[in-house]
């Protein structure tokens, strides 16, 4: 079965500073992986995903991630954090290859805090 | 585009009760997911539906159904309430199938309190 792993349910950083989330998983094959965020009384968003090719990810809002297949990692990265970037962050993995429903396994999230 | 919306925003119910979610996908999306998220949790899939069947579940028991209407859009319905299915529901939509990794897109989500 599929898993997602947080390792971090918090993490607090100042506004400018870089930010690392990690994120690992479980997986029997070539997963497609996801980073999401969630903002209060919001729904997710996605922030980027990873199918296969290049193991550095580039997303939205001046986020990346890169795939780390060796460590079954795919941790999410910006360089200057900004103010309106304190949110939830979840990992997640998808579905089989072609032919399976689009079933996600989420991570428990990372509850991201961003110091003035 | 309104993309996908859910109602009610929030509701309140007893223990025992049953309670009817609802979803309308994005524009041109034709599969609509279902997921729980508890406080302080991930989201967790509940099913998925297609071409008016349930396609996928995961891991709830019988008191969790569905519904797809021929527009596409779907009903979560839960019986005999228990205070554990207070929770975020998420409905997810996606369009029709070119890869399983296309982007679903989330609602805000129906707030659940049973008390």
């Known amino acids: 079965a599929q898993s997602v792993t947080q390792p971090d349910i918090h993490i607090t950083v100042s506004e400018g500073a870089s930010l690392e989330l990690r994120c690992n998983y479980s997986y029997g094959a070539t997963p497609y992986l996801f980073w999401y965020v969630q903002s209060p009384g919001q729904g997710l968003q996605l922030l980027l995903k990873y199918f296969s090719g290049d193991t550095l990810v580039q997303g939205i809002k001046g986020f990346e991630a890169e795939f780390k297949r060796s460590q079954s990692s795919f941790n999410l990265r910006k360089p200057s954090v900004h103010w309106s970037d304190a949110a939830e962050y979840f990992c997640a993995v998808g579905p089989l290859l072609s032919g399976s429903a689009r079933q996600l396994t989420f991570g428990s999230g990372t509850q991201l805090t961003v110091l003035p | 585009d309104a993309g996908v919306t859910q109602s009610p925003t929030h509701l309140i119910k007893t223990r025992g009760q049953q309670v009817t979610l609802r979803c309308s996908p994005k524009?041109?999306?034709?599969?609509v997911s279902w997921y729980q998220q508890a406080l302080g949790q991930g989201p967790q899939f509940i099913f998925q539906?297609?071409?008016?069947?349930?396609?996928q579940r995961g891991n709830f028991p019988d008191r969790f159904s569905g519904h797809q209407f021929p527009n596409y859009s779907s009903e979560l319905n839960v019986n005999a309430l228990l205070l554990g299915d207070s929770a975020l529901y998420l409905c997810?939509?996606?369009?029709?199938?070119?890869?399983?990794?296309?982007?679903?897109?989330f609602g805000p989500g129906t707030r659940l309190t049973v008390l």
């Open positions: 539906y297609y071409e008016e069947e349930e396609r």
């Open positions: 524009s041109g999306h034709d599969t």
């Open positions: 997810a939509s996606s369009p029709p199938a070119r890869d399983p990794g296309d982007e679903q897109f």
